[in-house]
């Protein structure tokens, strides 16, 4: 493999994790430490050289880069994309999507303002079409939801939330200990293995998979609404993920992942 070679391969495998490679990032796309070594020295030099950052934050991917690219995946599939479908489909991982834009749902809104920002709405006329189309989908009440009857609350008689079709949970959290259950029904399908749960912030240390076969440890605070986190006067450094059932926290550090569990279990249909 030439140094050329080498240096596409380091760039395509940074563009695919949404970071610095490491080295057994890049023995897994077929670079060998003896190549790198021989054709580039140490992997700081060997990430320098491929136009990366080796001692700053790490390889990031251009905000708008992430935007165009998936909205070219939703012109090419004539639809929007689950994270699943993009990871298939698209040039990245979904990783950087949940850094930068909170959530999957996130990305639609986020492409909106970014087209009217840069001025590029007819461009994309048919994109943002699907996106409207598909908000109003998800917006819209399923036949079961229109039939429902309303009447007032009966005293004495305890309070549930929506019906829900998660094994072991039969109805919608409506406070945080019942965000911490359905994370916990949903942790291994959402990619996280926890390890402790505890009274002290964050109140949770799991493990995630961030790419094939490679785990690292996160924090993770719940919340039923994601706004709460600032109300507790949590620590936004030390914090990675935020697992809530309700998402509305707009300003929200773009280095915190936010799981609005409530749109998960509603994209599981």
């Not at 040039?91 to 909106?112: I, L, M, Y």
């Not at 036949?143 to 305890?158: D, F, I, T, W």
């Not at 945080?176 to 996280?192: C, H, I, N, S, Y």
Request: hydrophobic content about 40%; aromatic content about 10%.
């Amino acid at each position: 493999m030439s140094k050329e070679e080498i240096l596409k391969a380091i760039q395509a495998c940074a563009k695919k994790l949404g970071r610095n490679p490491t080295l057994r990032d890049l023995r897994l796309a077929g670079i060998t430490g003896t190549q790198l070594y021989r054709k580039l020295g140490n992997l700081k030099k060997s990430l320098t050289a491929a136009g990366l950052k080796a001692d700053g934050p790490g390889f990031s991917v251009d905000r708008a880069e992430l935007l165009l690219d998936w909205a070219a995946t939703v012109r090419k599939l004539g639809k929007i994309p689950t994270a699943k479908v993009y990871t298939r489909e698209g040039s990245f991982s979904v990783t950087p999507f949940f850094r930068r834009f909170g959530s999957w749902q996130g990305v639609g809104q986020a492409f909106r303002k970014f087209a009217v920002d840069a001025r590029i709405e007819k461009q994309w006329k048919d994109v943002l079409k699907l996106i409207g189309e598909h908000e109003e989908w998800r917006m819209k009440p399923s036949k079961v939801q229109e039939r429902r009857r309303r009447a007032p609350l009966l005293k004495g008689r305890p309070v549930y939330g929506d019906p829900l079709l998660l094994p072991g949970m039969h109805h919608a959290p409506i406070n945080e200990a019942g965000v911490m259950f359905a994370f916990g029904v949903l942790a291994r399908q959402l990619g996280f293995i926890v390890k402790r749960w505890q009274t002290d912030f964050p109140d949770c240390l799991a493990v995630r998979e961030m790419a094939k076969g490679q785990w690292q440890d996160v924090n993770v605070e719940v919340e039923f609404e994601s706004r709460n986190f600032l109300k507790h006067g949590h620590d936004p450094k030390k914090c990675d993920v935020i697992v809530c059932w309700v998402h509305n926290w707009p300003e929200c550090p773009e280095w915190i992942e936010v799981v609005e569990l409530r749109k998960v279990v509603g994209g599981m249909g």
